[in-house]
């Protein structure tokens, strides 16, 4: 941010053909992927959240309309992340092994990131 990298990847996505659905889909991503390897929702949206506001303007966004879908996403990466402290806790409380739970929950975990990306394409741009 302090040597202006940030400020022209985001002049550069602004200029491509539908700039707002590949800025959500990016940081929806970046904050599912940051929570999976960290384990924690406020690491990855205290890493990468400030950004928003800076790129939000550039692209015709309300920093709301990335964010939004982006804390969505932190949500739910939790539920594959082995060393989140709610995937340890609930697979000791149901007695089954850590990568058994994170393989059962990937495929539903992976749509609903589908389904939160669309759906806030939808309400927030469409709409």
Request: charged share 10%; proline share 4%.
């Amino acid at each position: 941010i302090q040597l202006g990298g940030f400020n022209l990847l985001g002049d550069a996505i602004a200029t491509l053909e539908g700039a707002q659905l590949l800025t959500i889909i990016m940081f929806s991503i970046l904050a599912y992927l940051a929570v999976v390897i960290l384990g924690s929702g406020n690491a990855g949206w205290f890493a990468f959240g400030p950004l928003v506001k800076d790129l939000a303007p550039n692209i015709g966004l309300e920093a709301y309309q990335i964010s939004v879908p982006m804390q969505m996403a932190a949500s739910m990466g939790r539920g594959i992340s082995p060393v989140a402290a709610a995937t340890i806790s609930i697979a000791g409380l149901a007695d089954v092994e850590v990568d058994d739970m994170i393989k059962r929950n990937f495929v539903p975990s992976i749509a609903g990131l589908i389904a939160n990306i669309v759906a806030s394409f939808i309400i927030h741009i469409v709409l």
